[in-house]
């Protein structure tokens, strides 16, 4: 479970107000004090937290989500919960605005629960003059950021991790999202990105930071020149990843993946352990565990062999 916390608290009083303020608010279900201490994604869980969930499962909502503001279109009729629902109109573009209005107009700062509470960076890593730094960033012993990289607020590096010239870690990925009215909204970005230990990522590669779960590249990683990492994706450890490589958001790879040069794997697909995807393939649909794919759209090869042998 990830939840992006503020830096300081507020509580339903001030939340409701601002609701109250939002065209597509209609009804507050009940009125009692939430310590709200961020947001979090409804489909992972959390606590203390805002969250929407346009349709309403009750029961997988009170077992994911407690003492929660949370906005939706479907009324609840039970009882015996312990979140305050909110229905609104349009839950998405609520929670949107909400937290749109919450992080310019009250100032409140979020970050994400599973970045380490030291916040530094180390003595011990070589910082190019030239590369851009944020406050709010760990960077650990022996990390490389090279020449005319941008790193951003949210991002976590581990140790040993090299940064290869001009690359950019932790910005924004694009997500608009059309409300009722036909309206264009921007979904704020209010995770970061989380990098392990010994990874390489090379020369003008952009990584971008989660929404409400960070974007995750594990340790012994290596990925090549003027590749993307999509916001909320996840790079499990040992994987191999070739010059040019697109990954769409909320795509997990799974441990010790090879993946070739030119590949594009489009968003919200699982590549599993050990799979191997052909240079300038297109995937489209998720990949099995030990399993070689090539093409576009990509299928599987079972003579393939992609990357160098490990």
Not at 70 to 91: G, I
Not at 156 to 164: A, D, L, P, S
Not at 258 to 273: A, C, F, P
């Amino acid at each position: 479970m990830e939840i992006s916390f503020f830096t300081s608290h507020t509580n339903s009083d001030r939340v409701i107000e601002i609701l109250q303020d939002i065209d597509h608010a209609l009804a507050i279900n009940q009125q009692r004090f939430f310590e709200v201490r961020g947001c979090c994604d409804a489909r992972q869980g959390g606590k203390n937290s805002i969250a929407f969930s346009p349709s309403l499962n009750p029961d997988e909502s009170e077992e994911k989500l407690q003492d929660c503001i949370v906005l939706t279109e479907s009324p609840m009729t039970r009882q015996d919960t312990t979140n305050l629902y909110v229905t609104v109109d349009d839950a998405r573009a609520v929670f949107i605005a909400l937290l749109d209005r919450l992080t310019t107009e009250l100032g409140l700062q979020p970050y994400t629960s599973i970045m380490s509470a030291d916040i530094s960076i180390s003595p011990l890593a070589r910082i190019h003059p030239s590369a851009c730094l944020e406050e709010g960033v760990k960077i650990s012993d022996g990390a490389v950021i090279s020449a005319g990289c941008v790193i951003k607020r949210g991002t976590q590096i581990g140790c040993n991790t090299v940064i290869r010239e001009n690359s950019v870690i932790g910005c924004d990925g694009i997500t608009v999202y059309k409300n009722k009215n036909g309206d264009l909204m921007k979904f704020p970005h209010v995770c970061g990105v989380v990098i392990g230990e010994n990874t390489e990522i090379g020369a003008g590669c952009v990584v971008a930071r989660g929404i409400l779960s960070s974007t995750r590249i594990g340790s012994n990683v290596v990925i090549g020149n003027l590749s993307n990492i999509g916001h909320g994706a996840t790079v499990a450890d040992d994987v191999w990843m070739s010059v040019g490589t697109l990954i769409g958001g909320h795509t997990h790879i799974g441990r010790k993946a090879t993946i070739g040069m030119g590949s594009r794997i489009r968003d919200n697909q699982l590549v599993g352990d050990h799979a191997s995807i052909g240079m300038g393939s297109v995937v489209v649909k998720s990949v099995d565990p030990g399993t070689s794919v090539f093409g576009n759209p990509a299928k599987r090869m079972a003579t393939l062999t992609t990357g160098p042998k490990r």
